[in-house]
């Protein structure tokens, strides 16, 4: 069998509403998302996709991920695509580094691989531990008010784990908003206070250690290293987001003893075959973990939820979903889906969701010759 086309499409997704994050400096309202479609030879075809959340979050954006795919079509057409391993060495090869831009294609290969074995993604990597994933919401920063009128919304769809988008400038606003939010929890939900490394260490070491928050504080700082360095400081639990690019910074992570915890998002890392061996890493040294992917619809939400559901529920504290923040929808009612705050995973063969074409549109590039 061998890989005979990669179809490329371009798609902007609008947000329902304007996003606001890293204390109010970043904001995101539409996102660049990407789909490969990979053909082969023998009429099995696989779909990724791979979406930055803007191109302010990470070093990622839309533009770099096609030009990058341009590149590494040529590596892997004329190839095996069972060869995941041996493929995923030739695009690192090809091209070190951009881990984003090759998820999608790593996705693809994925879906390929599980429709030839005729199982589901999450048997191929590990197993259901399970019958569905909790999903936590995404609150966007905002005032006390606002955000807590966001995770009230939340709370009526089901999510009993919040992700709340703090960090600023102004340490008493970031005080005024965790500890109203901490105020208004029930009983039964937990919050995860994320900074995307909005503060400085000073910032962080004031803000932690005057709220009453003892739960997971996430990415407070910009660097692994002033992660490492606030976390003497403070009593919360840190979890690592951003600054964990490749599995060399999750060794530097647990060598300094920088978390408790980390995300894994199979579009920041490369794909699932990367994201798999950062979540298997994970379990080995006990941290806890989100599984989840950075954005896109409900086709990058399964592939990473497949990994969720595979992920042994101790280590596999919730996960979100990108889609309900999208206006648009390549597959309704397909794939990962939230029920009242949890996610079962499609039973059909590989990933379960494929977009609709006739949404897709034309491509933006198709690439069938070898690389010369
Ligand atoms: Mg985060």
Redesign the pocket.
């Known amino acids: 069998m061998k890989i005979s086309r990669i179809s490329v499409w371009r798609k902007t997704l609008p947000l329902r509403k304007p996003y606001w994050f890293s204390g109010g400096r970043l904001k995101v309202d539409s996102l660049d998302s990407t789909f490969v479609r990979i053909d082969t030879d023998e009429g099995v075809q696989g779909w990724g996709e791979g979406c930055p959340w803007g191109h302010s979050y990470i070093p990622a954006f839309g533009g770099g991920m096609r030009a990058a795919i341009e590149l590494l079509a040529g590596t892997l057409i004329g190839e095996d695509p069972r060869d995941i391993g041996r493929l995923n060495r030739a695009m690192d090869s090809c091209l070190p580094g951009h881990p984003y831009a090759k998820a999608p294609l790593d996705i693809a290969l994925w879906d390929i691989a599980g429709q030839l074995a005729k199982v589901p993604l999450f048997q191929l990597l590990g197993g259901a531990e399970g019958d569905s994933v909790p999903v936590n919401s995404s609150i966007s920063t905002g005032s006390p008010e606002e955000m807590i009128a966001l995770i009230e919304a939340a709370r009526a769809q089901g999510y009993r784990t919040h992700?709340a988008k703090v960090g600023g400038e102004d340490p008493d606003l970031d005080i005024a908003r965790i500890e109203a939010i901490e105020a208004a929890r029930a009983p039964e939900e937990f919050i995860t206070y994320?900074v995307?490394r909005a503060w400085t260490p000073d910032l962080a070491v004031t803000v932690m250690n005057s709220v009453s928050a003892r739960g997971w504080f996430?990415?407070p700082c910009e660097t692994l290293d002033q992660c490492t360095r606030l976390r003497r400081h403070v009593t919360q639990p840190i979890m690592l987001?951003?600054c964990l690019q490749d599995f060399q910074d999750h060794l530097t992570a647990w060598r300094e003893d920088a978390c408790e915890g980390v995300?894994v998002k199979p579009n920041r890392l490369g794909g699932l075959t990367k994201a798999r061996q950062a979540r298997d890493f994970g379990v080995a040294v006990g941290w806890r973990m989100h599984v989840e992917d950075v954005g896109g619809t409900v086709v990058a939400d399964t592939a990473a939820l497949h990994l969720a559901l595979s992920t042994p529920a101790e280590h596999c504290l919730a996960s979100w979903l990108c889609q309900a923040h999208l206006i648009d929808d390549p597959a309704p009612g397909k794939g990962a889906r939230n029920r009242a705050g949890l996610v079962a995973l499609p039973e059909e063969p590989g990933l379960g969701v494929a977009p609709d074409e006739a949404w897709l549109g034309e491509p933006f590039a198709i690439h069938e010759s070898p690389a010369p």
């Open positions: 992700s994320d995307n996430e990415q987001d951003e995300k």
